[in-house]
């Protein structure tokens, strides 16, 4: 399945990566609330391998890796939401995740919130 800038879920009409982006989020703050541990913590148990870097967390896997190479900017998104909903279920309000693609890393660090 492809999915293009324009397409749209069946159910809902919304487009498919704003779906997409929603569940990603509401999965991370699943994830978060069954397990009440650290962010740090949390990244390493589902496969992320973090990495501090100063105040920021790098992520040195990208568990959607494979996927990644062919749809990059869909599974980039989806993740970096996936994060976001881990950092609001583990109520983190020192952290924000962010795009910062870099090669054989994760697409979101996690950086000192603003």
Sequence with gaps: MTLSAGAESEDTGEPV??????KA???????AGQDRTGVFDL???YGFEPRYDGDAI??????FHALAREH???????NLHLLRGVLH??????LQ???APVPDRCCVRLEPAS
């Design 43 to 45: 990244l390493e148990r």
């Design 97 to 99: 995740a962010c795009l």
């Design 72 to 78: 990059t900017q869909t599974v980039c998104g989806m």
């Design 17 to 22: 990566r704003t779906v997409l982006h929603r």
């Design 58 to 63: 790098v992520l040195g896997n990208c568990p």
């Design 25 to 31: 989020h509401e999965l991370g703050t699943r994830l």
């Design 89 to 94: 279920g583990l109520d983190e309000h020192r």
